[in-house]
């Protein structure tokens, strides 16, 4: 009797083994991740993301006499960068907030401040939602005012998939000039890594324009 209880609890430590070893190996989540990714990979993780957003529609500068069309379209087209940092919750989504800066097609500028959550899905798939303050450029709607700056809110919702690419819609509106002006926008979102050789490439291709234009000057 004591020789098969004996047998019994090492066949039970043998089988044991290999689940004790698989469960020693599993990896932790990492403090911070470049690459969004949800809380069984990373804890947190940063946001560093490159957007280009087309006008859709939106409100108008007054003006009067005839115009090309679109000229007086109040915040047009711009290209954006925003950086930040998520925090993963256990419950499948992130919190968290960044700070953008782009341009405008006009030759404004934008910054915002924005609140940011992010709920991962199946299938590597994200929704996020974001709002926050805006402080835009535009031009100004009288002769000689050159850009004139406006404050009010942005905020947006995008589609997401494994971290890397988004599509993106969103919605501005700011005081400027004694009125409200607004538009709604979509484009597209490079993240983490594809968003770093975007602006890696938009660089290098703002250094070689410079050394164009240089070199014609001296021309």
């Known amino acids: 009797m004591r020789a098969r209880l004996v047998l019994c609890v090492t066949l039970i430590c043998l089988a044991t083994t290999p689940l004790l070893g698989q469960a020693d190996s599993a990896r932790p989540p990492r403090a911070n991740c470049f690459r969004p990714q949800p809380a069984t990979a990373c804890r947190a993780y ?11 529609a939106g409100t108008h500068q007054p003006h009067e006499g005839p115009t090309p069309p679109g000229a007086y ?9 925003d950086v930040g940092r998520m925090v993963n919750r256990p419950d499948g989504y992130a919190i968290g907030g960044s700070l953008q800066a782009g341009g405008i097609e006009n030759g404004g500028t934008r910054f915002a401040l924005k609140a940011r959550r992010r709920d991962w899905h199946a299938h590597g798939f994200s929704t996020d939602l974001a709002a926050g303050p805006l402080l835009a450029q535009q031009q100004s709607s009288f002769p000689n005012q050159g850009l004139v700056q406006g404050f009010g809110l942005t905020a947006e919702t995008a589609l997401g998939n494994r971290g890397l690419a988004s599509v993106v819609l969103s919605g501005d509106a700011i005081r400027i000039e004694g009125r409200t002006a607004s538009a709604l926008h979509a484009g597209g979102r490079l993240e983490s890594f594809p968003a770093l050789g975007g602006a890696a490439v938009l660089v290098i291709g703002v250094v070689a324009l ?4 240089s070199r014609v000057g001296f021309e």
């Open 46 to 56: 940063f946001v560093f993301e490159l957007s280009l957003m087309g006008r859709l």
């Open 73 to 81: 379209r109040d915040l047009r087209e711009y290209l954006a960068l």
């Open 210 to 213: 410079i050394v164009v234009l």
